[in-house]
């Protein structure tokens, strides 16, 4: 079982709707977990964290976190085209890099 | 603000060459930067960690002596690629860990610099 799961994808969904990307782990010992969004040809930039359990929201975006289940989710509302990226999701494992998920690339259709 | 910059952002070179990236946070202190490789639709690869003012850790499978990491101070550190060849042309990214009691561990990827080896 990998460290950090996620459905490569990709996720296709029309424009003005909620995207849905998912991510498992399997560290129960993981403290923070992080969103990033790597558009094709450039480097990943952070899009938000989050570390207790339950939702934290950031304009049009909802991180959630169950540690009991050991999933964390990234909600995108009002989708955009612009939104069509690959999106990853870190964990803290208590190293000194985060664990990187493999990401699932997500279309936004206009 | 928590922005990090890498230079240069594309370089291309003849094989046998060496090649020198650095990478910089400009507006904070980094403990610790990371190299990380990515092919073509692949999957971010962490090369190496790299320490203010100690020996790089490597990953298993990057050779330390072809990839040559330098960390000076709290705001910079380098790759060579030392002796390259068309099999190390990849996309070179690095991040930066903030260095604060309030952070969460955060890391800042620089913009990548990306590597053609002729």
């Known amino acids: 079982q990998k460290e950090v799961e996620q459905n490569s994808g990709p996720l296709s969904v029309p424009e003005g709707a909620i995207a849905s990307l998912n991510c498992t782990y399997s560290d129960r010992g993981s403290q923070s977990f992080f969103w990033y969004r790597q558009y094709s040809g450039k480097s990943p930039e952070l899009i938000m964290f989050?570390?207790?359990?339950g939702d934290k929201e950031d304009g049009r975006f909802t991180a959630q976190l169950n540690k009991a289940s050991q999933y964390v989710s990234l909600l995108i509302r009002d989708s955009q085209p612009s939104d069509s990226a690959t999106y990853l999701c870190a964990l803290d494992m208590g190293r000194r890099a985060l664990t990187f998920g493999s990401g699932t690339r997500l279309q936004v259709q206009p | 603000g928590a922005v990090v910059s890498q230079h240069p952002s594309w370089v291309i070179c003849k094989s046998g060459t060496s090649v020198k990236i650095e990478c910089r946070s400009l507006d904070f202190q980094a403990t610790t930067m990371f190299w990380y490789r990515q092919f073509p639709k692949q999957s971010l690869m962490l090369m190496a960690t790299s320490n203010e003012g100690s020996k790089a850790t490597y990953e298993q499978g990057v050779e330390k002596d072809k990839f040559l990491i330098n960390h000076a101070s709290l705001t910079l550190s380098t790759l060579t690629v030392t002796s390259a060849h068309p099999e190390d042309s990849s996309f070179y990214i690095c991040?930066?860990?903030?260095?604060?009691?309030?952070?969460?561990?955060?890391?800042?990827f620089g913009p990548g610099t990306r590597l053609t080896v002729l």
């Open positions: 991040s930066a860990r903030k260095l604060a009691v309030s952070s969460y561990n955060e890391q800042f």
């Open positions: 989050i570390y207790s359990n």
